[in-house]
């Protein structure tokens, strides 16, 4: 037999951090384009707005004020500003939409080191800078098509909650079908609205081998059993795939949570991490003074990462136990 030294990496592959974020932007684009379709140039605007800042932002960014002269843009910044401006509402204007990319890229991303060195899923960051600094925009929400201002499922049954109603119809859906919720015909994020869409991108990056499964299944299994255990004692806290289908659960579990840099590498570590924001999510939902909880909660599961990843690293066997 004939060994061959070679030095080190003696795994290789053919992916980049551009193809993965290829399929990401792939992924993302039924989702956008159907929010283009329900709430017209506008959220186009939004949308293209967002991704060219994010892309400028970080391209003078290395270019300029790190001197990298031969940066290439890999995509990242792109994902970033896309899915930041899926989770806009339509009532957001151009320039706070470029204010959160710059919170998300600027300060989230490069402030900490750029790409693979952020604690916080940028977008997210910016999201929620955003909701703080104009909780108006970013809490008016539009039906589809005519852009008039209305309630989205979740504030509806946040309110149901306050007053102790039970809404009506045999899961409890108020004003919204579940049909609705699944289709996307329903005011919302720009992002949000489409259940059905957000799968078909997930599955997407599911067979392209891109995205971490238990972390999206664990996040909303968690959400179903204890929406369904909520649902059992008092038929007030909503029906289980109401809270499923509803509010940016989907967003954030597919395609947020589940961000290489800012979620656990173990197995064992990205179940704790989906049940820690499934668990959050509900908490804010139930108990806190915002409708939605997504956001928060996977801001701070990923500041829990690090300590995560030490709980959940695998025995090392064949070694000196005090030097494993």
């Given amino acids: 037999m004939k060994l061959t030294t070679t030095a080190a990496p003696h795994l290789r592959t053919n992916d980049d951090v551009r193809k993965i974020m290829i399929d990401v932007f792939i992924a993302l684009t039924p989702a956008s384009v159907f929010a283009v379709y329900l709430f017209g140039m506008k959220a186009l605007a939004l949308l293209v707005a967002c991704v060219v800042t994010a892309e400028a932002l970080e391209f003078f960014i290395m270019r300029v004020m790190r001197g990298k002269k031969d940066f290439i843009p890999d995509g990242s910044a792109s994902v970033t500003g896309l899915l930041l401006g899926l989770n806009l509402s339509i009532a957001v204007e151009w320039w706070q939409a470029i204010l959160g990319v710059i919170v998300a890229v600027g300060i989230a991303k490069h402030v900490f080191g750029g790409l693979g060195k952020n604690f916080w899923n940028p977008a997210l960051i910016g999201r929620v800078f955003l909701v703080t600094s ?109 809270h499923l289908l509803g509010g940016g659960l989907l967003l954030g579990a597919l395609f947020m949570a589940t961000d290489m840099v800012t979620s656990p590498m173990t197995l064992k570590g990205q179940l704790i991490f989906g049940c820690g924001c499934g668990g959050i999510t509900m908490l804010i939902r139930y108990f806190g003074g915002f409708p939605e909880g997504v956001s928060f909660a996977i801001l701070i599961m990923n500041a829990l990462v690090p300590l995560i990843d030490i709980f959940s690293r695998r025995k090392i066997f064949g070694a000196v136990k005090s030097n494993a």
Avoid: C
């Fill in 134 to 242: 104009f909780p108006v925009h970013m809490t008016t929400w539009l039906t589809p098509f005519d852009l008039q201002t209305t309630a989205t499922p979740l504030m509806e049954l946040k309110q149901a909650m306050r007053s102790e109603i039970i809404l009506t119809g045999a899961t409890g859906s108020g004003s919204f079908s579940l049909s609705e919720m699944f289709l996307g015909t329903i005011p919302g994020s720009m992002g949000e609205v489409s259940a059905l869409l957000l799968l078909i991108g997930f599955a997407y990056l599911v067979i392209r081998k891109r995205i971490k499964i238990p972390v999206p299944v664990a996040f909303a299994g968690s959400v179903l059993l204890i929406s369904w255990i909520f649902y059992i004692i008092n038929p007030i806290y909503g029906h289980p795939l109401y």
